[in-house]
């Protein structure tokens, strides 16, 4: 993520408020937030988000609209569960060069990624998976803390709840609900 850029989350659970969260303090000129909840978008305003929509059709609208038809620099997949049709508006919505991040999981042998390899090619598309956002913990968690410290990072405004132990199939059952951008639970 590079200041100027144009950035489209997909999901605004616990990964995707962060990663929001992250491109605008990258300096993202939009920020576009997609989620079905209407919690989840207010969240994302919160969190940085310029724009958000309820669906992958209202942000390739959007974000062509924003763009002039270029399409964004890079879309971030943080949805619970990956599917074919997430990865393809992902591929759908970014600009020639763009990056197609993918944080989302689904079963081993569940085939998500279906795309053309000739619009990949020519248009020089990049898709890439990771895990804790390719962070270095020796360099980014101090870097991280300091950004907390300074208010420069939101970590305590993103729970939504905490849970005591006895409350924890509620915990679950709010996390399946989409209640919760993030919830805690609390040992005493």
């Known amino acids: 993520m590079r200041a100027g850029h144009v950035a ?3 999901g605004v ?19 576009v937030a997609v989620d079905p909840l209407a919690n ?23 974000v062509m609209d924003l763009t002039r038809g270029v399409g964004a620099d890079s879309a971030i997949l943080t949805v619970d569960l990956m599917t074919p049709e997430v990865v393809a508006a992902g591929f759908g919505i970014v600009s020639k060069g ?7 999981l689904n079963s081993f042998d569940q085939l998500t990624v279906q795309l053309p390899g000739s619009v990949m090619t020519l248009f020089k598309k990049t898709v890439k998976g990771t895990v804790f956002g ?20 939101k970590l305590d405004e993103l729970i939504t709840r905490t ?4 409350e924890i199939n509620l915990g679950y059952d709010d996390l399946l609900a989409g209640r919760n951008i993030r919830g805690v639970l609390a040992l005493d």
């Open 8 to 10: 489209v989350v997909f």
């Open 13 to 31: 659970g616990g990964i995707g408020i962060n990663a929001v969260q992250g491109a605008a303090y990258a300096g993202a000129r939009n920020v």
């Open 40 to 62: 989840k978008r207010d969240a994302a305003l919160a969190f940085g988000a310029t724009h958000v929509v309820a669906t992958a059709e209202e942000a390739t609208a959007l």
């Open 98 to 104: 763009g990056t197609v991040v993918l944080t989302g």
């Open 134 to 153: 390719d962070c270095n913990p020796t360099t980014d968690i101090p870097r991280l803390l300091g950004l907390y410290q300074s208010g420069d990072l």
């Open 163 to 166: 849970y005591s132990l006895d």
